[in-house]
């Protein structure tokens, strides 16, 4: 399952539907759903730019440079 990286925009609370808790004002990752695609079109959130944090680069076993 593919994953949003989303925050609520300024002034706004977003609650996640599961746990009733608010989404961080930092953001954080949701599953692609349906109710997290209407708050994308809604303006409530927005997506992180997932530069500002990059994933660890992974290395590949056994390969020479």
Do not use: C, F
Not at 30 to 42: A, E, I, S, V
Not at 43 to 51: A, E, F, Q, T
Request: glycine share 8%; aromatic share 4%.
């Amino acid at each position: 399952m593919n994953e949003l990286h989303i925050k609520p925009v300024s002034g706004r609370v977003v609650r996640d539907p599961e746990t009733n808790e608010p989404l961080k004002a930092e953001g954080e990752r949701k599953p692609n759903l349906g109710y997290w695609q209407r708050r994308l079109r809604d303006g409530d959130v927005v997506l992180v730019d997932s530069d500002a944090n990059p994933a660890p680069a992974k290395t590949q076993k056994g390969v020479k440079s």
